[in-house]
């Protein structure tokens, strides 16, 4: 496989923004090697690098909340990939949709879907 | 500001992934640090942390592209932001609305909004 234009940081990791392919919601951010790119590629399953545990990890291998990857896109400087995917049952391991689940600002006055846990915000002072 | 709970890495940055609050089209991924998250909280308008250049920047000072800031989230790690904002003209440098306008799999057979540019397709073999 050739990806030589993707850009890999120092530690060879490219950070992931994992997308709902029909209602757009963004699931989660993580990471891949080259590596973990290619299983994803060749398995049509989100494969991520796991920075803490340092092991590769499929997406719902334990949870059966498994990815299926629809497209995958990159940016303008090639260091950031973007993957449509239709995520089976939640992203989130604490049951959450979405990782995204708490506003950091503002705590109201928003237009976009309402968060599940307004009390966890961060209080701004 | 007591933004304690938040995970900022070993340069003291975060990642932040950047929606249009609308549309849900994922615009760019950037980076901050304490200083250009205050800076985006007081402004109501996006800055960043350049690593190339090694400056703060605001989204839109030198091309009026500005993004103004509706709500900012942060994932259960608390280590990734993500920013929904309305895009005065286009996120990205090469004057595409998003960066992410180009494809590395599938080059079809897709039910996303097409790619402008997939003659740039990374070739996968």
Redesign the interface.
């Known amino acids: ?3 030589a ?2 850009t890999f940081d120092e530690r060879g990791l490219i ?1 992931v ?1 994992v ?1 709902q ?6 699931l ?2 993580a990471w891949m090697d080259a590596e973990a790119l290619d299983r994803t ?1 060749e398995s049509g399953r989100a494969w991520y690098w796991s920075r803490s545990r340092q092991v590769y990890w499929m997406k719902g291998e334990t949870s059966g909340h498994i990815q299926e ?9 090639a260091d ?3 993957l ?1 995917v239709d995520q089976v049952g939640v992203a ?3 049951g ?1 949709r979405t ?8 705590v109201a006055d ?3 879907p309402a ?1 599940t846990h307004d009390g966890d915000n ?4």
């Open positions: 496989m050739e990806l234009k993707l950070p923004v997308q392919h029909d209602t757009l919601e963004v989660m951010v590629i990857v629809k497209e995958i896109r990159y940016d303008c400087d950031t990939l973007l449509f989130c391991h604490t959450e990782c995204f689940f708490r506003s950091l600002y503002p928003r237009d976009v968060t961060i209080p701004l002072s």
